[in-house]
């Protein structure tokens, strides 16, 4: 491999810090570059990069390569956090992560980077970039460890961003990339893992978004329109969500497994116009299950969707491939995945991901499946975009 100027994002993180290193030692000149996203309350016990970034600076003085703080705060509000905020009033689920890696880590970052007369770039995520030489293009490839492949959320990646990036440590199991850490003496090889959202790290998530967002309490269903309980806002709950509803209690005594009256309760369905949220008994109800989904807002990693037929989804990230056939959507710009066994709890908001074996071939935004709100309600359609409409359904 040609020895390039690589510029690699430093988190504060093992996962990034072993990927300079590995770059480092094939002999690349590398160059550290830790990128702060978030100022507001940054100073909270919940998100405080000034921790990250001196966990990076000591990184970077272990492996002897420069190392530059760089402020994208102000496109993090913009092209991100703008967004996440419109999702959520508008009654969805969105996944931040997944704009996050398009807009900021392999766009501004990526950017900033060129300008330092970077040849390329490198991230910790748990992923691979190939070159397929019989189609002349770059894949987006699962990382090789099965628990933390993050491709995912690297789904919107187009083949300039591909062509630029590497990912080192998605050769490598995470247990190896801890052993490599702890052998060469990193200051952070035993660091938990981030598990928060994008850059705004792990908090109380309702408290946060109560900050930002105009909310009002309404009524919980069932599926008989009975109320059962009460929400505090729709914007807080996603469906499939147990915990939090409190609607919930032990089952009785002698009732069958999986049922009876005192069942789990689930978030199934969201009715905005009427600030309804339904809930429904038991994990395999009918409202949970979905054998068709349309998406909207695509981007494919060979900047050309796939031909329709078989291929592989996801419609969240810890779940594991299922079978589905990709057919175009009734109204442009929008597809259809239709699966062999029903998904569960599929959310608008979310994105749905394709893949062909261990190819990640992109994905879109969930916007709607059969039957998501009641036949009663007034289904809202997302601003500046079409409704989509899928068994008497629009979003």
Same mark, same amino acid.
């Given at each position: 491999?040609? *020895? ?7 988190? &504060?993180?093992?996962?990034?810090? =072993? ?193 930002? #967002? ?17 929400? =505090?806002? #729709?914007?807080?709950?996603?469906? &499939? ?9 032990? *089952? ?17 369905? *969201? ?7 339904? @809930? ?21 990693? $060979? ?9 592989? $989804? ?7 491939? @299922? @079978? ?65 409409? #899928? &068994?008497?359904?629009?979003?």
């Amino acid at each position: 491999m040609p *020895k390039h100027r690589i510029v690699v994002g430093l988190s &504060g993180g093992v996962d990034s810090a =072993v990927t300079a290193y590995l770059l480092k030692k094939a002999g690349h000149e590398v160059v550290g570059i830790f990128m702060k996203n978030w100022e507001d309350d940054d100073d909270s016990e919940y998100c405080s990069s000034n921790v990250d970034f001196i966990d990076a600076a000591a990184v970077a003085d272990v492996l002897g390569i420069e190392i530059e703080h760089v402020n994208f705060a102000a496109e993090y509000k913009d092209r991100v956090f703008a967004e996440f905020l419109r999702e959520y009033q508008a009654g969805r689920t969105p996944n931040p992560d997944v704009l996050c890696n398009a807009e900021i880590k392999f766009k501004a970052f990526l950017d900033h980077a060129m300008r330092l007369g970077a040849e390329k770039i490198a991230t910790g995520h748990y992923a691979r970039v190939r070159y397929n030489d019989a189609r002349a293009r770059h894949e987006l490839l699962k990382g090789l460890d099965p628990s933390k492949d993050q491709s995912y959320f690297l789904h919107r990646l187009n083949q300039a961003q591909l062509s630029k990036t590497l990912f080192p440590v998605g050769e490598l199991h995470k247990t190896e990339v801890r052993r490599i850490a702890t052998e060469i003496g990193l200051p952070n090889a035993k660091k938990k893992d981030s598990t928060g959202i994008c850059f705004i790290g792990e908090r109380p998530f309702r408290e946060f978004l109560n900050r930002y #967002l105009q909310t009002k309490a309404g009524p919980i269903k069932d599926e008989r329109e009975r109320t059962i309980g009460k929400h =505090v806002g #729709l914007s807080f709950y996603t469906l &499939g969500q147990r915990q939090g509803l409190g609607i919930g209690g032990l *089952k009785e005594k002698g009732a069958p497994r999986g049922g009876g009256e005192h069942a789990p309760w689930f978030a199934a369905r *969201k009715d905005m116009a009427r600030n309804t949220l339904y @809930a429904v008994q038991g994990h395999d109800h009918p409202w949970l299950l979905s054998h068709d989904l349309v998406f909207e807002d695509a981007s494919w990693t $060979a900047d050309e969707a796939p031909a329709p037929g078989p291929l592989s $989804a996801k419609t969240r990230y810890r779940q594991q491939d @299922a @079978a589905c056939t990709l057919s175009l959507g009734e109204i442009q710009g929008t597809y259809r995945l239709n699966f062999s066994e029903p998904q569960w709890a599929v959310t608008p908001g979310q994105s749905a991901v394709l893949y062909d074996g261990e190819v990640c071939l992109g994905g879109g935004v969930i916007a709607s499946t059969p039957d998501l709100l009641p036949q009663n309600s007034a289904p809202e359609a997302k601003p500046g975009r079409k409704a989509v409409l #899928l &068994g008497g359904d629009a979003r």
